[in-house]
């Protein structure tokens, strides 16, 4: 079974530029959840997709950020315009099923963004 | 509010010496609480849960937690550490809306 995936691996850009991250998670999975760690901080939820819906976007910092998960597949994270706080590494994860028991989220290696 | 709290930023231990890397929380109503593992240039791996029954947990890689409800703590724990077992350990509790509430971090360093 492939693990999720995540494109880039890295990503440098200037400030006021846009970025888009990519997260494919592992097939089957309706559970989609985006994190980041800032600056050596905890790791922070952004936001979480059921299939194609967005469950929960609470976490979302600002509206600069925009995701989407159309056809409830893979997930796209853009960043519009990109400031220097935005520096971090973006997880994305997935898990299978929702219910009253726990769910193990499995998680993408990553994208480091650096805002210069 | 929800919380995880990792006190120590780094935790240095010699190899084959007992390892414990802490963690408490605050969290209404009973918790889930898990140990994920990140590795330089890889992902955060799984290691371990607690979702109720005994409290200790057993996990991944030999590692092992102990759930004390008094004292609201999940402490991350290995008999024997190796020096492969160097790296990045966050705690996590899960959130009212399935999201995973995370401490900060403890840079694990298992010396020769």
């Known amino acids: 079974e492939a693990g999720v995936t995540q494109f880039p691996s890295h990503s440098v850009i200037e400030k006021g530029q846009t970025v888009t991250l990519r997260c494919d998670p592992i097939?089957?999975?309706?559970?989609l959840y985006w994190y980041r760690r800032v600056m050596g901080k905890e790791i922070k939820f952004l936001l979480h997709?059921?299939?194609?819906?967005?469950?929960?976007e609470s976490g979302m910092p600002n509206n600069r950020f925009l995701a989407e998960r159309t056809g409830g597949t893979y997930s796209t994270l853009k960043v519009q315009p990109a400031e220097l706080e935005d520096s971090g590494v973006y997880f994305c994860?997935?898990?299978?099923?929702?219910?009253?028991?726990?769910?193990?989220?499995?998680f993408g290696p990553g994208t480091r963004l650096t805002v210069l | 509010a929800q919380s995880v709290a990792q006190p120590e930023d780094q935790v240095n231990v010699a190899e084959g010496n007992p390892l414990t890397v802490k963690c408490t929380y605050s969290?209404?109503?009973?918790?889930?609480l898990f140990w994920y593992v990140q590795y330089p240039n890889r992902g955060l791996q799984f290691l371990l849960k607690?979702?109720?029954?005994d409290n200790l947990v057993k996990g991944s890689y030999g590692f092992e937690a102990e759930f004390n409800k008094s004292q609201t703590s999940f402490h991350l724990k290995k008999p024997s550490a190796l020096v492969s077992d160097s790296a990045l350990y966050f705690c996590?509790?899960?959130?009212?809306?399935?999201?995973?509430?995370w401490g900060a971090g403890t840079k694990l360093i298992i010396k020769p």
């Open positions: 994860a997935s898990s299978h099923s929702r219910g009253p028991a726990y769910n193990e989220q499995f």
């Open positions: 097939s089957g999975h309706d559970n």
């Open positions: 997709f059921v299939k194609e819906s967005k469950q929960d």
């Open positions: 969290v209404s109503g009973n918790p889930y």
């Open positions: 607690y979702i109720t029954g």
């Open positions: 996590a509790v899960r959130g009212s809306n399935y999201q995973l509430i």
